[in-house]
């Protein structure tokens, strides 16, 4: 069989989210026909989302290509490891990390890092998330897990806590969260990274990292002493939280840490009972700011009830209701996040990056 316009139609499909077709993308490892079937595998260097389902609308393009009854998708998923922005030694066994950071507190950022650690999980990926909020670490609270503690067997390092699929450590598990606020500067930034480096994540395809929020002296060491890979700023849609998101951007842009998007929360406020939806503090911000600062608008979440109160009983809406509405714009955002970071970044050998320095 020919496979080149197999090959053509497939250099012809870019899937949502990404800038590249499939062939200059590099991920079709092989196609060839097996009876009256075509079988078509891909190696992914990244989490997906939907790819399944998009790649179902070629077949009978495919089909009539072939000249065969069906086609077998083979998806594999080995998430890269791109190079990190700055010259921070690599964490063992961890191949990105990903900044979750904003300009104010209080506008979601601990909510939207733990649903989009959790959300890239569902994808398929290995994730960990480190809460390095050291002025309110709310992740153990968030997870369902506050009363959990690292395990450590040989009093030198720490096993994360699991909960819901991911791995974690906050500060919050080894000092609870009211002593943790009166440390200063170059105390948490230590402690951080002590935390960072000694805790035993395993191999893991993504870590997030939730940073404190502001723009300040702490956050700015904190990005430069963890090997980060890009950053995400949150935001709520006020002008004065969007100025200082453009703060967020800026002092990412100071250390050369590339920012892979702006999520807006709280974005409209949708009735439960008749779906009406209203935008509670102005349209149209995130969008103006991406679109002047350069950077992806990666999603949008409404204002909801139900996502506070499951973020306050530990099951976050993407762990509590995977299909639901809510986890599905998440996960959106978690499919938009790995292909702009891959996308974006240097694909470096793993084997050699992610080993103990
Ligand atoms: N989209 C949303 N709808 C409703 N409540 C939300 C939403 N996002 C966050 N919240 C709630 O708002 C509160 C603050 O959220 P969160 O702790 O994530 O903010 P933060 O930006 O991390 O704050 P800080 O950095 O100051 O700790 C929490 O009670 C959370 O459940």
Known sequence: MNIEPIRQRLGRFSPRHWPHDLVSAGV???????????????????????????LQTLNAELCALAGVQSVNWQLHTEVATLAHANNAPAVAGVRNIIAVSSGKGGVGKSTTAVNLALALNHLGARVGLLDADVYGPSIPLMLGVAGERPASDDGKTMLPVEAHGIKANSIGFLVG????TVWRGPMASKALSQILRETRWGELDYLVVD????????QLTIAQQVPTTAAVVVTTPQNVALADAVKGINMFGKVNIPVLGVIENMSYHQCGQCGH???????????????????????????SATLCRQMDAGTPVVAAEPEGE??????????RLAAGLYFSGKAVPTTLYTRQV
């Open 28 to 54: 079709v490892r092989n196609i060839e026909r097996r009876g009256d079937a075509l079988h078509v595998s891909l190696m992914l260097p990244f989490a997906q989302g939907t790819l399944t389902d998009e």
């Open 177 to 180: 969260a009211d002593d943790a």
């Open 211 to 218: 940073l404190p929020p502001g723009t300040g002296d702490i």
């Open 277 to 303: 939806r209203e935008s509670l503090f102005g349209e149209g911000g995130g969008e103006h700011l991406c679109s002047e600062h350069g950077v992806p608008l990666l999603g949008q979440m409404p204002l």
């Open 326 to 335: 809510m986890a599905g714009l998440y996960l959106a955002m978690a499919a």
